[in-house]
């Protein structure tokens, strides 16, 4: 019935593929399919399709049926499939009929994907511990979380701070989702990538013949903006003569473009962000205070990783289910060791170096069921390797080792601290540190 | 096609409407009248049930005898359990027709038991004593 060659295409593709006759019973079905419903195609040759699929929709939404019905191909439709074994695989459908030479239908095929990546992303996403695309169930990201849906009336400028990779951009999408301007445009400039002259024209726009390069009228990006919200990327880069210009529009709405004497109102919300202390900055002079009250009417801190601990076995588990799904690979789980290590390192790059390591991982994995300690990058496991086998002495070594190293981040690296606690002098624990380091 | 659906779907009275159409287009449609008989049953037509019944055990009683209970995900097992468990005790005529009719789909020494219940008083009694014969026949050979 399936020409030889038909049948090896089928057979290469990654998509579960079978196909009907008239009467809805098998004439074919591919390697994938037989794979992931983990049923022997050979036994359901001939057999009604509903006793190799066994979905919920065979009985009211036939895919095929509703083709023949409304004469629309089946795309991306979501159901249930059953194993033999009882489990239920959620996947993706897309369903077409065969036609013959007459355009008479003669049967149907349908095509259908594993969807459990995409479900179990999905679950997670409308957990509690998921706010607009944030991951977090610290008490200090719930607190963050309850802020922004409590801004979510106001107009107000907001100041985001953090260090670099917690995710500050993540949390100006947030307000802006949650607020009223969400349907207004959105317009994000990155303060710290354009030198002065330029970063001017793009915030404010120019008129033709206002500079070399300007060969027609441009829109700044605050015009763009109008009506909605403009998101202010590390601020603290933007110079001081930038910074007067910003302060007029947040103190007026008003503009000029560069060349031009025409004066412009806007209405436009400003959110603003940052990595660097800016009242440290105001002491330097390299930031207006006038500029900081301004932008800091809602001030929301994203604390390191490092400072909320429940958050980052969640996001490591959210992130391998994000590669799990890229890279398909199945990574259920995580190696205690390598877990001990994740939980334990700084991460001063924050939730953008976790997501890293976690994808670095899944880049160097051997094995598919579990993210194991020899897959991380090595900068964040320098004592232990994953396959040495320790004796005695270096497990009691690595003991030591570990509670020293634990005490002294619990303890901000207060050496005098952690020697007290421990009973020992001072000059022990850094000999200690020393012998560690030197591994 | 749509027909054969909606049999599947346990939809007896939107498949007899399609199915109708089909054999009414296309009398050799052997796998459609099989299930129209069901149809007919299953919409209390038993008149237009035994008719095509007797047809098509004329013409090829292998076609119903083949029938796989499960491959073909055959309906015959799951109304004979429901009949079973509704209708305790006596069953009239018609019950009996409709049990020898649906047996056969899977298991024609039953179905000719049924068949040969039925009182002389039916109205598809000479029907019936036709299709016992052919049955009879047909076991002979299965034999």
């Given amino acids: 019935?399936?020409?030889?060659?038909?049948?090896?295409?089928?057979?290469?593709?990654?998509?579960?593929?079978?196909?009907?006759?008239?009467?809805?019973?098998i004439l074919f079905i591919n390697k994938a399919a037989e794979q992931l419903l983990g049923k022997p195609r050979k036994g359901f040759i001939g057999a009604v399709c509903t006793t190799f699929c066994r979905s919920e929709i065979c009985d009211y939404?036939?895919?095929?049926?509703?083709?023949?019905?409304?004469?629309?191909?089946?795309?991306?439709?979501?159901?249930?499939?059953?194993?033999?074994?009882?489990?239920?695989?959620?996947?993706?459908?897309?369903?077409?009929?065969?036609l013959d030479d007459d355009l008479t239908p003669i049967g149907g095929i349908v095509s259908f994907r594993d969807d459990r990546a995409n479900k179990s992303l999905e679950k997670l996403i409308k957990s509690d511990s998921h706010f607009h695309g944030?991951?977090?169930?610290?008490?200090?990201?719930?607190?963050?979380?309850?802020?922004?849906?409590?801004?979510?009336?106001?107009?107000?400028?907001?100041?985001?701070?953090?260090?670099?990779?917690?995710?500050?951009?993540?949390?100006?999408n947030a307000i802006q989702e949650t607020s009223q301007r969400v349907d207004k445009p959105f317009v994000k400039i990155n303060c710290a990538v354009l030198p002065e002259n330029l970063l001017?024209?793009?915030?404010?726009?120019?008129?033709?013949?206002?500079?070399?390069?300007?060969?027609?009228?441009?829109?700044?990006?605050?015009?763009?903006?109008?009506?909605?919200?403009?998101?202010?990327?590390?601020?603290?880069?933007?110079?001081?003569?930038?910074?007067?210009?910003?302060?007029?529009?947040?103190?007026?709405?008003?503009?000029?473009?560069?060349?031009?004497?025409?004066?412009?109102?806007?209405?436009?919300?400003?959110?603003?962000?940052?990595?660097?202390?800016?009242?440290?900055?105001?002491?330097?002079?390299?930031?207006?205070e006038d500029l900081f009250y301004r932008l800091n009417v809602i001030p929301i801190t994203v604390p390191p990783l490092r400072e909320r601990e429940s958050d980052i076995l969640l996001l490591t588990e959210f992130f391998i289910e994000k590669y799990s799904h890229k890279y398909k690979k199945s990574m259920k789980e995580i190696d205690p060791d390598a877990l001990e290590v994740i939980l334990n390192y700084d991460w001063p790059g924050n939730v953008r170096e976790l997501e890293n390591a976690v994808e670095y991982s899944f880049i160097r994995a051997k094995t598919t069921d579990s993210l194991c300690l020899c897959c991380l990058p090595p900068h964040i496991r320098p004592v232990k390797k994953c396959s040495e086998k320790l004796n005695s002495r270096q497990i009691?070594?690595?003991?030591?080792?570990?509670?020293?190293?634990?005490?002294?981040?619990?303890?901000?690296?207060?050496?005098?601290?952690?020697?007290?606690?421990?009973?020992?002098?001072?000059s022990t624990v850094y000999r200690r540190l020393k012998s560690i380091n030197s591994k | 096609m749509l027909g054969n659906q909606y049999f599947i779907a346990r939809r007896y009275a939107d498949a007899l409407n399609e199915l109708?159409?089909?054999?009414?287009?296309?009398?050799?449609?052997?796998?459609?009248?099989?299930?129209?008989?069901?149809?007919?049953?299953?919409?209390?037509?038993?008149?237009?049930?035994?008719?095509?019944?007797?047809?098509?055990?004329?013409?090829?009683?292998?076609?119903?005898?083949?029938?796989?209970?499960?491959?073909?995900?055959?309906?015959?097992?799951?109304?004979?359990?429901?009949?079973?468990?509704?209708?305790?005790?006596?069953?009239?005529?018609?019950?009996?027709?409709?049990?020898?009719?649906?047996?056969?789909?899977?298991?024609?020494?039953?179905?000719?038991?049924?068949?040969?219940?039925?009182?002389p008083q039916s109205e598809y009694y000479n029907l019936v004593d036709r299709i016992i014969i052919k049955l009879q026949q047909a076991l002979k050979t299965l034999n």
């Fill in chain 1, 396 to 426: 009691e070594i690595d003991e030591r080792a570990e509670e020293l190293l634990t005490l002294l981040r619990k303890n901000h690296w207060n050496k005098s601290k952690v020697a007290k606690i421990l009973g020992v002098d001072r």
């Fill in chain 1, 1 to 25: 019935m399936i020409h030889k060659y038909s049948r090896y295409i089928l057979d290469s593709l990654a998509e579960g593929v079978y196909v009907v006759d008239k009467e809805f019973k």
């Fill in chain 2, 20 to 119: 109708e159409k089909a054999v009414q287009k296309n009398p050799s449609l052997k796998s459609a009248r099989k299930k129209l008989i069901i149809c007919y049953l299953q919409t209390s037509q038993l008149n237009n049930a035994v008719n095509e019944f007797y047809k098509l055990v004329d013409e090829d009683v292998e076609l119903i005898l083949n029938t796989d209970p499960i491959r073909d995900d055959c309906p015959c097992p799951d109304i004979i359990h429901k009949m079973d468990q509704e209708i305790t005790g006596y069953h009239n005529d018609d019950e009996i027709i409709k049990l020898g009719i649906l047996w056969l789909y899977c298991e024609i020494e039953k179905s000719l038991k049924y068949f040969e219940k039925v009182s």
């Fill in chain 1, 134 to 172: 944030i991951i977090g169930k610290s008490p200090v990201m719930k607190e963050i979380f309850k802020t922004i849906e409590e801004i979510s009336d106001s107009d107000a400028s907001v100041l985001i701070t953090g260090e670099t990779g917690v995710g500050k951009e993540l949390i100006a």
């Fill in chain 1, 200 to 288: 001017a024209s793009e915030l404010f726009g120019h008129v033709k013949g206002a500079f070399t390069d300007a060969v027609k009228d441009r829109k700044g990006r605050f015009e763009v903006a109008d009506g909605g919200t403009i998101f202010l990327d590390e601020i603290g880069e933007m110079p001081l003569n930038m910074q007067i210009q910003l302060l007029r529009i947040l103190q007026e709405g008003t503009f000029e473009r560069i060349g031009e004497s025409t004066t412009y109102k806007v209405n436009v919300r400003v959110i603003a962000a940052t990595n660097k202390n800016l009242e440290e900055a105001i002491k330097q002079k390299k930031f207006r």
């Fill in chain 1, 61 to 98: 939404a036939c895919p095929i049926s509703k083709i023949l019905l409304t004469g629309q191909n089946v795309i991306d439709l979501e159901t249930v499939y059953t194993t033999p074994k009882g489990e239920s695989i959620p996947v993706k459908i897309n369903a077409s009929l065969l």
